[in-house]
């Protein structure tokens, strides 16, 4: 069982609709990261939280640290937010990140 | 604040051949990270550097992969004699501490294609 497990693994949605994408994590972390990844592209980071919730224009991040768990969520989606969203981890005073595998996202018109 | 620059943007190498990526941190960065992502694979950890030093390489190859982070100048990850299983995306990340929670910044990635 990897660390860090992302659902879902593909999504498509119509513009507009309220998009929802979990991680869940098995180890303690000091943080967790969302990221954006465009096809060919650079990564983004969107958001790094140790408790509670972020926003973001149209993005939110939660995180349930007794539940090892965050949601990233994604309101009045828009074609251009078609991307790859990747949950990655930092355990402790470790520096380097865990990632989950990404889910990849279609916005369609 | 040019962000975490790398270069090339592109690479591409004949098998046998050594591959150089560069890595120029964020501004008032001193903590450098090398992640490797195979095609329809999840990022993966390979090396963290400070200035001068190689802090954690777990994630390393043990064969052909080195890098370095000197006093002055970007971070290489070199790659002797690349093979087609080379072939990936490298990505950098810089931060001003040691820390995971605070200003991690990723750069655009270097694609290595070994042909």
């Known amino acids: 069982k990897n660390e860090v497990e992302q659902s879902p693994q593909n999504l498509t949605a119509q513009e507009g609709e309220f998009i929802t994408i979990n991680c869940s994590y098995s180890?303690?972390?000091?943080?967790l990261h969302w990221l954006q990844q465009h096809p060919g592209g650079g990564i983004v980071s969107l958001f790094m939280?140790?408790?509670g919730k972020k926003k973001h224009g149209r993005l939110i991040a939660t995180i349930n640290i007794q539940e090892k768990h965050s949601s990233l969520h994604i309101t009045a989606s828009h074609p251009r937010d078609s991307a790859v969203y990747i949950c990655a981890v930092g355990a402790g005073t470790a520096s380097k990140l865990t990632f989950g595998t990404g889910t990849r996202l279609q916005v369609t018109l | 604040n040019a962000g975490v620059m790398q270069n090339p943007r592109h690479l591409v190498r004949r098998r046998g051949q050594e591959a150089r990526l560069r890595c120029s941190p964020m501004?008032?960065?001193?903590?450098v990270y090398w992640y490797r992502q195979l095609p329809e694979e999840g990022l993966k950890f390979m090396v963290y550097?400070?200035?001068?030093?190689?802090?954690?390489e777990s994630g390393m190859p043990k064969e052909r992969f080195s890098a370095e982070f000197p006093k002055e100048g970007p971070s290489i990850l070199r790659i002797q004699q690349v093979v087609r299983g080379d072939s990936a995306a490298y990505f950098c990340?810089?931060?001003?501490?040691?820390?995971?929670?605070?200003?991690?910044?990723f750069g655009s990635g270097t694609r290595l294609t070994v042909v």
């Open positions: 550097l400070q200035k001068e030093n190689i802090i954690d």
């Open positions: 180890v303690g972390i000091s943080a």
């Open positions: 501004k008032g960065h001193s903590h």
């Open positions: 990340a810089s931060s001003p501490t040691n820390r995971n929670n605070y200003g991690y910044t």
């Open positions: 939280l140790s408790s």
